[in-house]
């Protein structure tokens, strides 16, 4: 961290670097909407639950771009003061949106999915045959933008296309295994038993992937009700800033917010104005230290509150 005030407007590279990535956002975003609506008809059409749960990743791919794009605009803008910790919230309400859309989606081809094991269908070869040249298509692009996007977090580094590239691997390997159930349920399709592997894949899918996506819905409600620290955490912060009670004249508060394994905590203090620059800055440096000296993987942000504004201080 920086003793110095934050800068509250992006830079010229970092402008380039935004409009550059919210290009090959937009890209992704525009072959998804033209793919979504033949798809979904072609997996109705094919009375196949595989092709519909993979419809799930498109409200995924819509909500977590959707974000992105908007976090991107505003640092094309220059308006980048409110992410130090706005953006944290804004990114856990999109993928809290776009885990709900997801996980909804997958509940109801589950329940379906049930359903198809009590009365049993089988699929229309026709429809599901060319839902796998589509898939073949998918994967092919999904490969593409992983490729692209993993060479533009290289050139561009930043958190927001990082997330994309994973996304675009995530969306090739479970294409991929759709891809496998269904060329298996076409090859066997003379068997009598065959009628069931469609939906016990469908089922055993959408259970695994509910399942990975709880974790994500229960730490992304945390950080939108902003859940207070740990009670160790907060006995270390209140135990530092104990030790500095001469330093400040009023503690203004303490919030947190966990970004991946990184603990971010910002602390806001309010400082005796015959105290000089110099001091302040002591102090707030002094403070950082010690507790993230303290809390492994800790990120600590001092700031001075007086009655008119506020400075960003570490």
């Excluded at 993928?95 to 094991?117: D, E, M, N």
């Excluded at 295994?177 to 038993?193: D, K, N, P, Y």
């Excluded at 030790?243 to 303490?254: I, R």
Aim: aromatic share 8%; glycine share 8%; with cysteine.
């Amino acid at each position: 961290m920086n003793p110095h005030p934050s800068s509250t407007t992006s830079s010229p590279n970092e402008r380039q670097q935004a409009a550059r990535q919210a290009r090959a956002l937009w890209i992704s975003v525009a072959l998804e909407l033209v793919g979504f609506m033949p798809y979904v008809l072609i997996a109705i059409l094919s009375g196949s639950l595989l092709l519909l749960s993979d419809l799930a990743d498109f409200f995924r791919n819509f909500a977590a771009n959707a974000v992105s794009l908007h976090i991107l605009g505003k640092i094309r803008k220059g308006q980048v003061h409110e992410f130090n910790y706005g953006a944290g919230k804004l990114e856990r309400a999109g993928s809290l949106f776009g885990a709900l859309c997801y996980v909804g989606t997958l509940t109801g081809v589950a329940a379906y999915s049930v359903v198809r094991f009590l009365r049993p269908a089988p699929l229309h070869v026709g429809f599901t045959l060319v839902g796998m040249l589509g898939l073949i298509v998918a994967i092919v692009m999904s490969a593409g933008f992983w490729i692209y996007y993993k060479r533009l977090a290289v050139e561009s580094p930043g958190p927001l296309i990082d997330v994309q590239w994973r996304h675009q691997r995530t969306d090739v390997l479970s294409s991929a295994a759709v891809l496998v159930a269904l060329g298996l349920a076409m090859v066997f399709r003379e068997e009598g038993w065959a009628v069931y592997i469609d939906p016990a894949c469908g089922l055993a899918y959408s259970v695994f992937a509910i399942g990975s996506y709880v974790p994500v819905m229960r730490e992304s409600l945390k950080d939108l009700l902003d859940q207070t620290l740990a009670e160790d955490v907060q006995i270390i912060v209140m135990r530092r800033l104990a030790e500095h009670f001469n330093d400040y004249e009023a503690f203004h508060g303490v919030r947190s917010r966990r970004a991946g394994n990184r603990l971010l905590i910002e602390v806001t203090l309010g400082f005796d104005p015959a105290k000089t620059v110099g001091e302040a800055v002591k102090t707030i440096e002094s403070l950082r230290t010690a507790i993230e000296g303290d809390i492994a993987n800790a990120e600590v942000s001092v700031g001075i509150q007086s009655l008119q504004n506020r400075v960003q201080g570490g």
